[in-house]
């Protein structure tokens, strides 16, 4: 089925919605609403609303739409892309959208499912799952709703959300919009493979419930959505292909596509999320691994060699540069307790870091796939550190954000005399067999520009963060110009110019590396059939 | 040389809390883990083998079933050999009946121990006398709350740091001795996965009271002199003061004057 109807909603009272109202209070006393993790900040913004349910949203979006006044929606303010900071109009936070309504069981797919307000955040949701304790439907005290809650408690295994962006305190709603992905979506996907419906609220300020399974496009790429008044949009689905990789570059386009998966992704350009369905996943004891390499090379064959492992799953699969390990050293002279490890192997030259299923009393347990595949290399299981309580886990999870955290801080320092100054942080995600050939562009290019920088993150994805540390402006400089190659680059491999931040406002003028005009003009044409008027997030995904 | 760590499980204290109904800990959905101050005393066993030849580590715990899980991290870590003592007439022990039980689990599977190491105290019941009532009942010397020990050149002897209420004491006993840790390294030993698997392939046996040649009046409850009538977290202390509806400045300003006031600074 391919034809779709929104429903109105009993309109709240606009005038009744919380607010704050001009720019002058809003800027003076909720600068925090200003500005996302990118530190890219408003200028100006005339309206802040705080709608408390679809009802109060919806009536925002009417009353926006008929003054012709844009909206900005903004969650959690986690992305680093710009995209919940408003250009101009209306700010719309959605934090109060944030009960879990419901807990069921999809015996169709042997699944537990959520359902929840787009304001629930990723380390809560986890949190209820794992816990088995769901403190809104607690409440609720519907007798159905408990006896299910009691099946779930019943059920002898642990569940988890598995999305894992580094922010856990973002919005689910906003990991949606954005498709947002992490470490483990080496295993189980980004957030788009979690999610099982949704409902949208449209710029015309009517809902739209969307189960995944159920609306499809057409045979000739299409969506009808009628409105309430029957009046009937044809949305045509874009006819170019999406990358071989993790990608959050343009809207999501696909033969026979789920209309679910045209509004994941779609940074909030065609209809603002308010509650998702996603799937929980059952969830095995494991364990840590930090496997030492003599370089970046034997780094590599070990990625290779551990993905080739017929029969080896690994749940993520991470790089740290030798560039990086050589950083983490220093850090770890000046700070040896704040890192929590015991000191780095003099001999490391890189390190891959990876999980896997491990079950600490069982007694067949099999590692020698594991072991073959780091012998095959020339390395040993000796030189590694590894984890499996909930603690170790947690040790290793520091460890893991000390390096980010380490380029940031170096970076505010360089700030101080450079104010102008950031950090190039890339999002560049190629195919498999390109891993090697992308490595050798950035090390062969950034080693001639003689610039500052290491690599780390999620290689498993070939989706490797180089970081650039600029030392001045001219570094600065050298840097953004070798940013644009290399985004060229990994589009010309067959990748993606965005694997996991999204495009927002920050990189719109990378769309253009990926997507040509007549696609980039089919994106639009999307947006047009669903928000005519161009009011829901101005400024993402397109340059305007 | 033989020396023997007494380790136990716990629950990660950071997560437990007390059911105010029954009085109980709630340990359901709690990690468990190798108490602190055993793995300190586990560390230093560790590193008086790292100094001298020929040492051997055989961890000992006396708990359920899944305090197996214990003694695999003691042999992740290091240890050469595990004993789980484990039975179910153990039950309701309290401080004198774990003592005399793990210190006869000591005289059946490691008789010629030279050093006793034992983590000062459990982080669930603070105790801090089992140590001390093994060292009475296996009639040697003991030395509490030690930071750092080595053996003296000859290899008989024991030299300890340990804390005391004014600073430090350095004593020297004579081997064997039993000796409880109250520190070690600040940045917990992290094994290879090849230490974690090869743990596994190291001996990790479980004997019961039958092996302990001791009578049925002094396992467990029966021979407890003590028994825990009721647990309960303490009343809280006085409420927090909010500072609500201030600037950071004057904010600032208020704390300041009330640190002041009572003489913090």
Redesign the interface.
């Known amino acids: 089925m391919h034809e779709i109807t929104s429903q109105p909603l009993d309109l709240a009272d606009y005038r009744q919605v919380r607010r704050v109202q001009g720019w002058p209070a809003i800027n003076e006393q909720y600068q925090a609403y200003l500005r996302d993790e990118s530190k890219l900040t408003s200028e100006t913004c005339d309206y802040l609303f705080f709608p408390q349910n679809e009802a109060e949203l919806a009536a925002v979006v009417r009353e926006m739409a008929s003054q012709g006044v844009p909206l900005t929606v903004a969650g959690a303010r986690t992305g680093l892309v710009g995209g919940s900071v408003p250009l101009r109009g209306g700010l719309v936070s959605l934090e109060r959208l944030n009960a879990v309504e419901a807990l069921y069981y999809a015996s169709y797919a042997r699944e537990w499912r959520v359902r929840a307000g787009c304001a629930v955040t990723l380390s809560d949701l986890n949190q209820m799952a794992m816990?088995?304790r769901f403190p809104d439907l607690e409440r609720a005290g519907d007798q159905a709703v408990l006896a299910e809650l009691a099946r779930y408690q019943a059920e002898p295994g642990d569940f988890f959300y598995p999305p894992d962006p580094t922010e856990m305190s973002a919005f689910l709603g906003g990991t949606v919009a954005t498709n947002a992905s992490g470490a483990r979506t080496y295993r189980y996907g980004a957030t788009r493979d979690w999610v099982r419906g949704l409902r949208v609220i449209l710029a015309n300020g009517e809902l739209l419930d969307i189960p995944r399974g159920k609306y499809f496009a057409s045979s000739n790429g299409r969506f009808t959505i009628f409105d309430s008044q029957s009046q009937g949009r044809q949305v045509l689905v874009p006819d170019y292909s999406m990358p071989r990789t993790k990608n959050t570059s343009g809207f999501y386009a696909a033969p026979h596509m789920d209309l679910v998966d045209l509004f994941i992704g779609s940074e909030g350009m065609l209809g603002i999320i308010t509650t998702v369905d996603v799937a929980l996943c059952p969830r095995t004891p494991k364990?840590s691994?930090v496997?030492f390499t003599g370089s970046d090379e034997q780094a590599l064959d070990l990625v290779e060699s551990l993905r080739g492992q017929d029969g080896l799953q690994l749940d993520f699969l991470e790089f740290y540069s030798q560039k990086a390990i050589e950083l983490l050293r220093r850090r770890q002279a000046e700070e040896?307790?704040a890192?929590?490890?015991?000191p780095i192997p003099e001999d490391a030259g890189a390190a891959v870091f990876f999980e896997l299923s491990f079950d600490?009393?069982a007694?067949d347990q099999d590692?020698s796939l594991?072991a073959q595949a780091v012998e095959r290399v020339g390395l040993?299981?000796?030189?590694?550190?590894?984890?499996?309580?909930?603690?170790?886990l947690a040790?290793f999870k520091t460890f893991r954000h000390m390096l980010p955290e380490t380029v940031n801080h170096l970076i505010s320092e360089r700030k101080r005399q450079y104010p102008g100054l950031h950090k190039l942080g890339t999002d560049l995600a190629v195919p498999d067999d390109k891993l090697r050939p992308m490595w050798k562009v950035y090390q062969e290019a950034l080693d001639q520009a003689g610039l500052e920088w290491l690599a780390f993150g999620h290689v498993g994805n070939n989706h490797v963060h180089i970081n650039l540390i600029p030392r001045d402006m001219e570094d600065m400089q050298r840097g953004l110009e070798l940013y644009g190659r290399f985004a060229a680059q990994a589009v010309a491999f067959g990748g993606t110019v965005s694997a996991e931040h999204g495009i927002g406002k920050i990189k719109a003028k990378f769309l253009k590396e990926m997507f040509t005009e007549p696609q980039i003009a089919q994106m639009k044409a999307v947006k047009r059939a669903l928000d005519p008027q161009g009011l829901l997030n101005p400024g993402n995904i397109f340059l305007s | 040389m033989n020396i023997v760590v007494c380790v136990k499980q716990v629950p990660?204290i950071s997560e437990v809390k007390v059911n105010p109904e029954t009085g109980t800990l709630v340990r359901e959905?709690v990690?468990s883990?190798l108490n602190p101050f055993c793995e300190y005393a586990l560390d230093h066993a560790l590193r008086i083998k790292q100094a001298t030849p020929d040492v051997n580590i055989t961890a000992i715990s006396m708990g359920p079933p899944?305090a197996?899980?214990a003694l695999?991290?003691a042999l992740e870590l290091g240890a050469d050999r595990g004993v789980l003592v484990s039975d179910r007439r153990f039950a309701g022990a309290d401080t004198w009946a774990t003592a005399l039980t793990l210190a006869a689990a000591v005289r059946a599977v490691r008789e010629d121990f030279d050093l006793i190491l034992v983590g000062k105290q459990a982080i669930d019941g603070d105790t801090a006398q089992v140590g001390p009532e093994m060292a009475e009942i296996l009639g040697i010397p003991q030395i509490m709350y030690g930071v750092r020990m080595e053996l003296t050149p000859n290899g008989k002897r024991l030299r300890v740091k340990r804390e005391s209420e004014n600073g430090y004491q350095v004593l020297e006993a004579r081997l064997p001795v039993l000796v409880s840790a109250s520190k070690g390294e600040?940045?917990r030993?992290?094994?290879?996965?090849?230490?974690?698997?090869a743990a596994?392939q190291k001996p990790l046996e479980m004997i019961t009271a039958d092996a302990l040649n001791l009578s049925e009046e002094q396992l467990g409850l029966q021979g407890s002199y003590t028994q825990v009538v009721k647990i309960f977290p303490p009343q809280a202390k006085k409420a927090c003061r909010k500072l609500e509806g201030l600037s950071p400045d004057q904010a600032g300003r208020e704390i300041t004057s009330f640190l002041s006031q009572e003489n913090f600074i």
């Open positions: 816990s088995k364990c691994l496997q040896p307790v890192m929590g490890m015991p600490p009393l007694v590692f594991l040993s299981l000796q030189n590694s550190w590894a984890g499996y309580e909930m603690r170790e040790r | 990660e959905g990690a883990i899944q197996r899980a695999l991290r600040a940045i030993r992290l094994p290879s996965f090849a230490d974690i698997l596994r």
